[in-house]
């Protein structure tokens, strides 16, 4: 009678935990062309953000600060999906063109980053995402005070490395 109980409370554990996945941006990845919106946010739960497209709109899917991941789903005028991707990725980045991009462009692309700091090295805001590419991961994006970016530029992100005082 005790292997029972084990087994049933086993299941209803993964059934849970499979239950708790439904609004998970993880199963954005496979959002298929042609779903409609309503079943997008069904799935997916409520966007970070949605940015408006010349054609429709955007549905920002970030696991910033602390997450490596962000979905940009695109919904076409009728709310039909066009495309669902991951963007935290090191072609998505490089796609970033200094003196071109504004810090619009960025999060509109990317999502909101993970922080945003100033460093006495760097005279605007230093935008930050956090990603992965195997190994933890940076993308660092320096903007001027008018919000254009001036550079960007990968690095990783240490964890347990000793103090250096």
Not at 15 to 39: E, I, K, M, S
Request: charged fraction near 20%.
């Amino acid at each position: 009678m005790r292997a029972w109980r084990a087994v049933v409370l086993i299941a209803a554990v993964v059934a849970g935990l499979t239950a708790g996945c439904a609004g998970n941006p993880f199963n954005g990845y496979d959002v298929a062309p042609g779903t409609p919106r309503d079943a997008v946010i069904a799935r997916m739960g409520k966007p970070t953000r949605i940015v408006r497209m010349p054609a429709g709109e955007r549905f920002q899917y970030s696991l910033q600060p602390f997450g490596q991941y962000a979905w940009m789903v695109d919904l076409d005028a009728s709310g039909k999906v066009l495309q669902s991707r991951q963007v935290l990725t090191a072609n998505d980045f490089m796609r970033i063109e200094p003196g071109k991009w504004t810090r619009e462009d960025v999060e509109h692309e990317f999502g909101p980053p993970a922080q945003i700091d100033r460093v006495v090295s760097w005279p605007g805001p230093v935008m930050t995402y956090r990603w992965t590419d195997g190994s933890d991961m940076f993308y660092w994006v320096y903007l001027d005070d008018q919000g254009i970016v001036r550079r960007a530029h990968p690095g990783m992100e240490f964890h347990n490395a000793p103090d250096r005082d």
